[in-house]
């Protein structure tokens, strides 16, 4: 794995540069090249960093996509969205996994939300350096993961800038309706309401496009908040694709017993989520450019 510094933007974009050849379309199937790390942020000499995959081939403006991890928002790292990474830039997008601080004592969600709050003005204001079209970034998160990129187009970044505008969000199992989760009311340690940081209670009307994969006896994540959130979604006349799985869990788990770190993957349910993200994210017709270089 590369390492970079932030003070080495302009040798990163070289990177990208390196196996141009040809321009790409969302849809079609990409080597990925070997990781890339660059550092976003320090908070107390934590240092969180952007590991970006990248597809071989260039075009001058890509679609990107962010993922952030689960974890229950106290554990976890980069590392768990490798996988995912891979196949989404193997799609032709920059996958950029993101690194946020986990709660504990001192940091809590609110935290989390403003490092994952960072990172995407990092990739904004660094768009041209990076060769990134800062108006095709889609968020894809998972568990905690899926709160806090759904946060970005819902709850938004509050005083820190202009509300992010995504392209469309990516939910596996997503954390949308906390404003009665005790769990994450204690995380919060009083900070603030949890209604100020649920997604289904600040859903805005210009919210982009929902994919949301969802397990129907899922006990962590309740399929009731991803149906309830993609109603509000549908209310405001916006798009949201809602995929359920019968009798599997939090993941797509077939554990249903232990629904949190024992999880057993249904592999056919899976993999027909991914061809449906897939085909959710070609349907978005990322492949468009304002420039006249095609």
């Known amino acids: 794995m590369k390492y970079l510094s932030t003070n080495r933007l302009t040798c990163f974009a070289l990177l990208f540069l390196v196996s141009a050849a040809t321009n790409f379309a969302i849809g079609e199937n990409y080597a990925v090249r070997q990781p890339v790390v660059l550092e976003y942020k320090k908070v107390n000499e934590e240092v969180l960093n952007l590991v970006f995959h990248e597809p071989r081939g260039f075009e001058k403006k890509r679609a990107a996509v962010i993922l952030l991890h689960g ?3 106290t554990e ?3 590392l768990w969205t490798y996988d995912d990474a891979e196949q989404l830039a193997s799609l032709g997008l920059v996958s ?3 690194a946020y601080r986990l709660s504990n004592r001192q940091v809590t969600p609110i935290d989390a939300i403003n490092d994952v709050c960072d990172a995407y003005y990092y990739l904004v204001n660094n768009a041209e350096a ?3 079209d800062p108006d095709r970034i889609l968020a894809h998160g998972v568990s905690a993961g899926a709160h806090l ?3 970005l187009a819902t709850v938004g970044c509050g005083n820190r800038g202009p509300r992010p505008k995504l392209r469309a969000l990516l939910l596996w199992s997503p954390a949308l309706d906390l404003v009665n989760d005790d769990y994450f ?8 309401s949890a209604a100020q940081f649920s997604p289904l209670a600040n859903i805005q009307a210009d919210i982009p496009p929902v994919f949301i994969v969802q397990g129907e006896r899922d006990s962590q994540t309740p399929l009731v908040g991803a149906e309830r959130f993609c109603e509000k979604v549908v209310e405001l006349q916006q798009r949201c694709e809602l995929a359920v799985y019968p009798n599997v869990g939090h993941l797509l788990s077939k554990n249903l017993l232990w629904q ?6 249904d592999k056919e349910a899976k993999q027909d989520a991914l061809a449906r993200q897939t085909a959710f994210i070609r349907s978005l017709d990322l492949h468009q450019q304002a420039d006249s270089d095609w």
């Open 130 to 132: 990076l060769n990134l």
């Open 76 to 78: 976890g790292k980069p």
């Open 260 to 265: 949190v770190g024992a999880y057993w993957v």
């Open 96 to 98: 950029v996994s993101v």
């Open 185 to 192: 009311k204690r995380l919060l340690r009083g900070r603030s």
């Open 71 to 73: 974890g229950g928002w």
């Open 149 to 151: 990129g759904s946060s």
